[in-house]
Structures are given as C-alpha cells and as structure tokens.
C-alpha cells in the first residue's frame, strides 16, 4: 500500500511540474545534434529528486548525506537545464556531492588514498555517463528500471546491504517517469536534472554494496552504459573533436537517428542486454575470479560496440558531431 500511495504523490507531483514548466518554459528545442525533433518539457527527471525527498521525510536520522548529496547535484542540474553553466561549477558540485555520500559511506577511513582517488574518478565518470547516454525516449528510465531491479534482488537474496525500501523509492519514480516518457511522442524528458540525480543514487547503491561485499563486480551493473560512454568518448579524441559538446556518435543514436530505429525499440535493446549482463554477474558471483568476470562481461559489451563502425561505414554515413 505505502508503494501505490508513493506512485499516485509522484504522479501528481509530476503534473504539477508539467504546469510549473509549461509557465516559465523549462522546454526543450531540437537541434541539428537531437534526437528528437519536437518541442517538449524539460526536466521530468526531477521526479527522482521529489523520491528521494518523499523518503528522506521519513528517514532524516540516517539518509541526511545522501540527501544532502542528491539534493545538491539535482539543483545545480536543474539549473544548468534552464541556463547553461561551465563544466568547471558542475564538476565542483558533483565533487561536493560525492564526498558527502563518500564521508557517510565511511570511504575515507577503509580504503587507501589511492583508492579514494580512483573512486572519485569513477563515481565522477559514472555521473556524466549517464548524462550522456540519456538521449531517447525511454532509455534512462528503462536502464535504471533494470539497474535497481539487479540490486534490489542481490540486497534481498545474496548480500542485505540497505534498506529495500531505498531501492523501490527509485524505482517507482522511474515507472512514473517511463509512463510520461516512454512514449512516441514523449511528454518530457528527464534533462540533466534526472539522468545526474538517479546516476547519483546509483552510484552510492552500488558503493555501499561494493563495500559490504568487498567485490567490484557490482561495477557491472552499469556495464552497458560504461562500455557506451568510454568507447565514443575514445572514438572522438581519435576524430579529435571536443568530447564536451552535443554529438551523435552513441551507438544508440546512430541506430534510432541514423537508421530510424523507434526510439522506444532501441532503448529496450539497451535495458535487455543489461539485463543479461546482470543475471550473468549475480550468476557468476563468488563462483568465477573477480579479474576473470570483467573480461567476460566487457568483451562482448565491445563486439556489440564494434557494430557501429560497421554501420558507419555499410552506408558512408556522415554523422553529425
């Protein structure tokens, strides 16, 4: 019951945006480099941000960095939505932001230094990949949707790592959200707001779970995407283009712009083999080394990767970068 009472305040909260948007037009406008070609609200994703309220409501005495965290990303996003802002103040605020969840996850006092610094790499790389690869319909709620149904199932059947209630908040919001976004015709898009704040929830699931477990396979559970974004953002410095601005060379983009692939379909495609990935991980988990896991996983993630350039090239496609 408490879960449906949750959906039906996200829903109306969700309404409510749309109203607030549609008044101080928080829209977003196609461009050359979208993958969209009509006007719709921005900034649905914030529906992430009301969750993690709703929740910390009722858990103030243990969620405050956490919150703390979230609610810091998801306002200089929001705003970065409305008005650019310079890489500089965005990656200073998530700098901020992860040390508070690093500080409540006890990082700085059981991991070397050397580690910490690897962990803020990636928990920074992490955030802005998932930014990146939040480009069609469907695609950050469905990925997330399978991403918190991966751990929800390790926190209930393999390793009890924080309170389940945690996990479905996110997950509710992103059914709420997929039931305005994905659509044909999209009625909002997350905007930076979204893909940064769940991004951000992600990471500090998957953190704790990697510190209770004492195992980095968990990593994996965002697999998919990591093989995305790394992969084009090496493809573009051999083209030798700023990695920083607007392209079109995401796998999925060449798909759903390129060969008009329906948006929805692709996005499916991407949930799907994550999906693999994750039964492969939790399968594998404690039965095969660490070391040999990753390659296992990742190779393929490549192979499949490696059809992009093969599309590319079938039809001499010049993709607009």
Not at 88 to 113: N, P, Q, W
Not at 118 to 140: C, E, K
Not at 233 to 255: D, V
Request: aromatic content about 16%; some cysteine.
């Amino acid at each position: 019951m408490e879960y449906t009472i949750l959906g039906i305040v996200l829903m109306i909260l969700m309404l409510l945006y749309f109203r607030v948007a549609d008044r101080f037009n928080i829209i977003d406008k196609p461009n050359q480099r979208s993958s969209h070609t009509e006007i719709t609200l921005r900034g649905g994703g914030i529906i992430f941000w009301f969750s993690s309220l709703l929740y910390f409501v009722q858990h103030i005495e243990n969620n405050y960095f956490f919150f703390t965290g979230i609610t810091l990303v998801s306002l200089i996003s929001f705003w970065d939505d409305i008005r650019s802002l310079s890489n500089k103040i965005r990656i200073a605020m998530h700098f901020l932001a992860i040390t508070l969840i690093f500080y409540d996850l006890g990082l700085f006092l059981s991991v070397e230094i050397w580690g910490v610094v690897v962990a803020y790499i990636l928990a920074i790389g992490l955030i802005n990949a998932y930014n990146f690869m939040d480009g069609i319909n469907g695609i950050t709620g469905l990925y997330t949707l399978t991403v918190l149904a991966a751990l929800l199932y390790v926190n209930t059947k393999v390793q009890l790592f924080i309170d389940g209630s945690f996990i479905k908040y996110g997950m509710i919001a992103s059914l709420v959200f997929l039931f305005f976004n994905y659509r044909k015709k999209a009625k909002c898009f997350a905007g930076d707001v979204g893909s940064i704040a769940i991004a951000f929830w992600i990471i500090y699931l998957i953190l704790k779970l990697i510190l209770s477990t004492s195992s980095l396979i968990w990593l994996l559970f965002l697999a998919v995407y990591g093989v995305d974004a790394v992969c084009t953002i090496l493809h573009r410095l051999y083209l030798k283009q700023n990695i920083f601005e607007a392209h079109r060379l995401h796998l999925y983009q060449i798909l759903s712009n390129e060969y008009k692939i329906q948006h929805r379909l692709v996005s499916l495609y991407y949930a799907v083999v994550q999906v693999g990935v994750s039964i492969v991980v939790i399968f594998l988990y404690k039965k095969v080394n660490d070391f040999i896991l990753f390659p296992i996983v990742i190779i393929p993630l490549l192979l499949i990767y490696s059809i992009k350039f093969y599309l590319i090239n079938k039809n001499n496609l010049r993709v607009t970068v």
